[in-house]
């Protein structure tokens, strides 16, 4: 081979690199434009809809108004059999009441028991089915409504009683129900129902608060003060356990002890039953001495 | 000096189309593993009521809003699941190095998809649910990465 050859064959490679290294950097400018492009409208897009969220704000939504409740509903939630009730024990409830060492709660003589809360509040709508259970072992319901969480919250529409209106007739126990607000909004706020008296809010100002519950979690609903003896603040169960049922379909799970839904609330409402049971001393003997409450029992919360 | 994308090319001897490691699959295999973890963990949170969520919670930011809300299942499936299984796939998908047409046509079209759902899973949270989600905003910018890097590698077309 010669040499001028060889030196048109160098040549020759040396302008296919330099054509080939051309192709290369135009394609990786194409790359460029195409994905920095796209990636630049992905952007675009997300910021325009946040803007276009901050411009017109938001607020809650009103859930399902509240109703009288069902008959079936209501005979349901007051009949959950003894033997359904001590099979679950405690079941899967979370937090026991937890014991306090204030004056002794009373209205009319006897022991009360005071519920705070509000219709919009998931959590709230999870407490009342327990507190239902538990109360309707001291006498009977009236005034129970139905209602659903706000549809925009946390565990969304749950279904759920309505305390508002709602009293206990028991020879043993006082229940007092301060629902303060409804799940109905009104001028961009959840309308109010209920007030709290200066005592009442007192005790919520006390027992509501650190050292009895995080500091995070000051003043929140639902608060349930057991006789000055014992204290709920916040839902005692995982509400998620609700979560897409109805207030119909609730209340049958409540005697099927395989039910998640009764090994939630009943076993709450046992801890309940529990903590009322010590400040009514006992009584009535036949709930107090049952073995799903004494079981209960063993699980109350210890003093601060 | 250029600068290169660090690229290890295996070329078939064949005439076929080579098989590729470089840089952006990296990218994106990472992005899809992330994804997979990430969407485990919302699986679980799911299935397990969200108890234990981390994440904070704040009058924008609440993930047990978002991951409980009526729009966190579609078709009675929920979203997790859902993500889960597209960064399943998606992962396999970017993992393979190879560039045969039908395979970056199959990329980029669930990279594509991909993006759409997130402009509604965008949408919903600021829209309907009222609250945005972390884990959920974490799983969207894995999302768009390899979005991203599947657009470098399958969407503009070699000439050389």
């Given at each position: ?96 009441p937890h014991?306090i060492?204030?004056?002794?709660l ?6 009360e028991v005071l519920y705070v809360g ?6 709230c709508?999870?407490e009342r089915?327990a507190v239902?259970?538990a109360l ?27 305390f ?11 229940f007092t129900p301060r ?24 005790l919520v100002?006390?027992y509501d ?12 609903i639902p608060f349930v003060d057991i006789g000055?003896?014992y204290m709920i603040s916040g839902a005692s ?31 709450t409402?046992?801890l309940i039953?529990?903590a009322i ?28 | ?160």
């Amino acid at each position: 081979m010669s040499r001028s050859t060889s030196t048109r064959g160098r040549q020759a490679a040396q302008r296919a690199a330099a054509a080939r290294e051309r192709i290369a950097a135009a394609q990786r400018r194409r790359r460029l434009f195409v994905v920095g492009g796209s990636v630049a409208v992905v952007v675009l897009i997300v910021a325009v809809l946040v803007v276009v969220k901050v411009a017109t704000g938001s607020g809650p939504a009103s859930g399902k108004k509240a109703t009288s409740a069902s008959a079936q509903v209501v005979q349901k939630v007051s009949t959950v059999p003894d033997a359904v009730l001590n099979t679950i024990g405690v079941g899967t409830a979370q937090t026991p009441p937890h014991k306090i060492s204030g004056a002794p709660l009373r209205s009319g003589g006897k022991p009360e028991v005071l519920y705070v809360g509000a219709e919009y509040c998931p959590y709230c709508a999870a407490e009342r089915w327990a507190v239902a259970v538990a109360l309707a072992r001291f006498g009977t319901l009236h005034g129970v409504g139905e209602v659903t969480s706000s549809p925009t919250d946390v565990y969304p529409s749950t279904a759920t009683l309505a305390f508002h209106g709602a009293s206990l007739d028991s020879p043993v126990l006082a229940f007092t129900p301060r629902e303060l607000q409804s799940n109905q909004v009104v001028n961009g706020n959840y309308a109010p129902l209920d007030t709290l008296t200066a005592a009442q809010q007192a005790l919520v100002n006390k027992y509501d608060a650190p050292p009895y519950v995080p500091a995070n979690s000051r003043g929140a609903i639902p608060f349930v003060d057991i006789g000055g003896q014992y204290m709920i603040s916040g839902a005692s169960y995982n509400p998620g356990v609700l979560q897409h049922k109805t207030q119909k379909q609730i209340a049958a799970a409540l005697s099927d002890p395989s039910s998640p839904i009764a090994r939630s609330v009943d076993g709450t409402a046992n801890l309940i039953t529990a903590a009322i049971c010590a400040t009514t001393g006992g009584s009535p003997g036949n709930v107090c001495s049952s073995s799903g409450v004494a079981a209960a029992k063993a699980h109350l919360g210890a003093s601060s | 000096m250029r600068r290169r994308d660090a690229v290890v090319t295996v070329r078939s001897q064949t005439s076929g189309p080579g098989v590729r490691v470089s840089a952006p699959w990296v990218i994106a295999v990472l992005a899809g593993v992330l994804g997979i973890a990430v969407s485990a963990y919302l699986t679980v949170e799911h299935y397990t009521n969200s108890t234990s969520f981390a994440c904070p919670e704040t009058a924008a930011i609440n993930c047990l809003k978002v991951t409980t809300s009526r729009w966190s299942v579609i078709a009675g499936v929920p979203v997790a699941v859902l993500g889960l299984a597209y960064f399943v796939v998606m992962t396999a998908l970017v993992a393979i190095p190879r560039r045969a047409a039908a395979l970056r046509a199959l990329r980029l079209l669930g990279a594509a998809a991909g993006m759409v759902m997130v402009f509604y899973l965008v949408y919903v949270e600021l829209f309907r649910v009222d609250a945005i989600c972390l884990w959920c905003t974490g799983v969207h910018v894995l999302t768009l990465i390899v979005f991203a890097t599947v657009l470098w590698r399958d969407g503009v077309g070699d000439r050389a």
